[in-house]
C-alpha cells in the first residue's frame, strides 16, 4: 500500500512538474496600465514587450513610452534607472533593450552604458514548480559616493488561457525598495 501510494504521488509530481515546464510566454504583449499597479514614479504610458522562448532561453525586449516629466512627481525613476535588462524599461526604470535568459539556471551577463561607464549586470531565470518564471538581475559598480548595488526580481505568472501575463516586480537599490505589478495582455 505505501509504495502505491508513493509511486502515485511520483508520478503526479512528475505529471506537475512536466505541465509546468510547458508554459510558454513567448508573444508581444501590451502593459495595462490602468490594472497594473505602478510606483508613480515609473512614469509609463504604455510598454510593450515581445518575448521569444524556448526550451533553453528567454529573450525579451520592450518598447516603453514615458510620460513627460511635468506629468510626473518630482523625484527620480524607483532604483535609480535600469532594471531587469539593464535599462529596457522591465526594471526600476530607464530605457529599452534586449536581455537573453538562460533557463537552465546559468547566469548571464550584460553591459549598459551609465554616468559612469559601462556597468556589467548579471541576470538569472528559473522556472519554478507552478510553472512561473522567476527573472533577477543585479548590477554593482562604483558611483560618487562608493560602491552601488541595485537589484530586481520578478515573478512572471501566465493565465490559464494564455492571454493574460502578470509580473509581480520588486526592485531594490540604496534609494529604496518599490514593488509593482505589471499586467499585460497579448496582441
Known amino acids: 500500500m505505501k509504495k502505491l501510494l508513493f509511486l502515485m504521488c511520483a508520478v503526479g509530481m512528475l505529471s506537475f512538474a512536466a505541465m509546468a515546464q510547458k508554459a510558454n510566454y513567448s508573444g508581444t504583449w501590451n502593459l495595462d496600465v490602468p490594472n497594473s499597479k505602478l510606483d508613480a514614479r515609473q512614469r509609463i504610458e504604455s510598454m510593450t514587450m515581445t518575448v521569444k522562448q524556448t526550451d533553453k532561453d528567454l529573450s525579451v525586449e520592450t518598447a516603453t513610452k514615458r510620460l513627460p516629466p511635468n506629468d510626473a512627481p518630482a ?12 535599462g529596457r524599461g522591465m526594471g526600476m526604470g530607464g530605457g529599452d533593450s534586449a536581455v537573453t535568459y538562460s533557463l537552465d539556471g546559468k547566469e548571464t551577463k550584460t553591459e549598459v552604458e551609465g554616468p559612469m561607464g559601462k556597468m556589467p549586470i548579471t541576470h538569472k531565470a528559473s522556472i519554478e514548480a507552478d510553472g512561473s518564471v522567476k527573472l533577477s538581475s543585479s548590477r ?3 558611483g560618487p559616493n562608493g560602491e552601488i548595488t541595485s537589484t530586481t526580481t520578478e515573478i512572471w505568472k501566465l493565465s490559464a488561457d494564455g492571454k493574460t501575463l502578470t509580473v509581480n516586480r520588486e526592485a531594490s537599490s540604496p534609494r529604496g525598495s518599490t514593488t509593482s505589478t ?4 497579448k496582441k
Not at 75 to 86: D, N, R, V
Not at 182 to 185: A, E, H, N, P, S
Open 75 to 86: 523625484g527620480p525613476p524607483p532604483g535609480g534607472g535600469g532594471g531587469m535588462g539593464g
Open 182 to 185: 505589471l499586467v499585460f495582455t
Open 140 to 142: 554593482t559598480f562604483n
